[in-house]
């Protein structure tokens, strides 16, 4: 069998260090932007037969490898992936390709480092939502901090060492957390191969205090509120290859492991403190959607937005029904083409006039009618129109929160309204009306590389709303399975 995940893993890594090779001298930076794109595509490539080959039918982790990695402590290479990661696997690989894409002509100092950052963190992330054994997933998870400190402290705005610390400091304490948990489960199994922790009897003491270790490592990574404060500096001074990807990709890797971790192992806990969980995911869709209004900066804006939309797929999960932890996921994927989508948007106006703020912009629309047509697309994408992606997610979890509580479902729907009041209010006074000043009145429409790199999004966008069934068949017997499993704890 091809070892598609070895594949999906090695392939950027590799080219990444091809393109340093490759990087210097005169001519390197355009060998380095080939060979980039080379290695993006192929990584792309590599990741499509887990979406097309998929056996839907069944819960069980599929494509495995396993090889000896530490045998002194039992640690393998041991990878795999069933319906709740094999997506992320390829919405990385295309959000890589979309990455390097962009930075084409925008990237001109240390071209070789920016690409080869991005395709070794690429690879990386592949690994940490491939990983069956727990300290596999742990130097992946971990590893993938580098390259994306070194993005933003390198290429970054002019308060990227302070961003880039904070984002490294927030991220890295709370996954030492992580490490204690995995360290004493892993003794108590007398395994590291974490899907036999699945059936670990723990007390529920025990399970309290490895809940909080794992959601403290998974909620700054999300990020959840209050533990989001880096989020916004993090994207304000990132280049835009590094907030797409933040947005896109890195986040969803903390809302991944409260299904491939938190749930299934700690299942009492969960049930025990669904309430408080789905308390804090109320806060970040009503309270952070207020503060996104209150924002001038258009990046900050979509950051807080970020913050809001995830804060629905931590409800979904703590829902324990179907339609909730799907439609969870669903937002995931949506969230990651959305908002994607919007940072290559406020990088298209950034590269031609330096400014994210709101207020310097206005008319836009007259002087770049295409570009204006995407975002007010994408900007509906973000606010849940319907036949967009960002409706379907967003409407599966409202579905099952009415399951589970009407109130519920009530509080969640109002990011329906805040996401729209936010979203078309930054639209409003960036892109209609009469053009603002001189620099709008100059500005080009988009290059041919722009309009079919957008366009590209665009085309997942829709296709994600309104076909989203090969998607979520894709999810439904893995997630089935999970809630199953959860529903036999004993509280």
């Avoid at 893993?9 to 932007?33: E, F, K, Q, S, T």
């Avoid at 940490?128 to 300290?135: E, R, S």
């Amino acid at each position: 069998m091809t070892p598609y995940l070895s594949l999906a893993i090695w392939v950027p890594i590799v080219a990444g260090i091809a393109v340093l090779a490759a990087g210097r001298g005169d001519r390197g930076a355009a060998a380095a932007r080939w060979i980039a794109l080379a290695g993006a595509l192929a990584g792309f490539v590599v990741t499509l037969p887990l979406f097309l080959h998929f056996d839907t039918s069944i819960s069980a982790m599929q494509f495995v490898e396993r090889t000896s990695w530490i045998p002194r402590f039992d640690v393998w290479y041991h990878v795999g992936v069933d319906g709740i990661s094999a997506l992320f696997v390829v919405l990385n690989a295309f959000t890589t390709l979309l990455v390097v894409w962009s930075a084409w002509e925008v990237i001109q100092t240390r071209v070789a480092q920016y690409m080869a950052a991005f395709l070794v963190m690429s690879g990386l992330i592949n690994g940490a939502f491939a990983a069956l054994d727990a300290i596999l997933f742990y130097v992946f998870f971990e590893a993938m901090l580098i390259p994306m400190y070194i993005v933003i402290g390198v290429w970054g705005g002019p308060n990227r060492v302070y961003a880039a610390l904070k984002f490294f400091l927030y991220t890295l304490l709370g996954s030492l957390l992580l490490l204690v948990a995995l360290i004493y489960l892993g003794g108590a199994a007398e395994t590291f191969a974490f899907q036999a922790w699945y059936e670990l009897p723990l007390a529920l003491e025990t399970q309290l205090l490895l809940f909080v270790a794992f959601f403290l490592a998974f909620a700054v990574k999300v990020p959840m509120w209050p533990v989001h404060t880096w989020l916004p500096d993090a994207h304000v001074e990132a280049p835009t290859g590094g907030s797409v990807v933040l947005a896109a990709v890195t986040l969803k890797l903390g809302a991944y492991g409260f299904v491939r971790f938190i749930l299934p192992i700690l299942p009492d806990a969960s049930r025990y403190l669904a309430g408080p969980v789905i308390a804090l995911s109320l806060v970040a869709v009503i309270y952070v959607g207020f503060v996104a209004l209150m924002q001038a900066d258009m990046k900050k804006l979509i950051a807080y937005s970020s913050i809001s939309h995830m804060g629905f797929v931590t409800l979904g999960f703590f829902l324990f029904n179907q339609m909730g932890a799907v439609g969870g996921l669903v937002q995931m994927l949506s969230h990651g083409f959305v908002s994607a989508a919007m940072f290559l948007c406020v990088g298209v106006l950034y590269d031609r006039m330096h400014s994210r703020r709101i207020a310097d912009y206005g008319g836009v629309v007259n002087t770049m009618p295409k570009f204006a047509a995407f975002l007010v697309f994408f900007a509906m994408a973000n606010a849940g129109l319907p036949a967009t992606s960002g409706f379907v997610g967003e409407f599966m979890v409202i579905l099952g929160a009415v399951q589970a509580n009407f109130w519920l479902a009530f509080l969640a729907a109002t990011t329906l309204v805040l996401g729209a009041a936010y979203t078309l209010w930054m639209v409003k006074r960036v892109v209609f009306g009469a053009v603002a000043n001189a620099n709008v009145a100059a500005l080009e429409d988009l290059s041919a590389r722009e309009f079919w790199l957008l366009a590209t999004v665009a085309l997942m966008v829709l296709l994600l709303g309104v076909w989203p069934q090969p998607f979520v068949d894709v999810m439904n017997a893995s997630v089935a399975d999970l809630l199953a499993h959860v529903a036999r704890s004993k509280l």
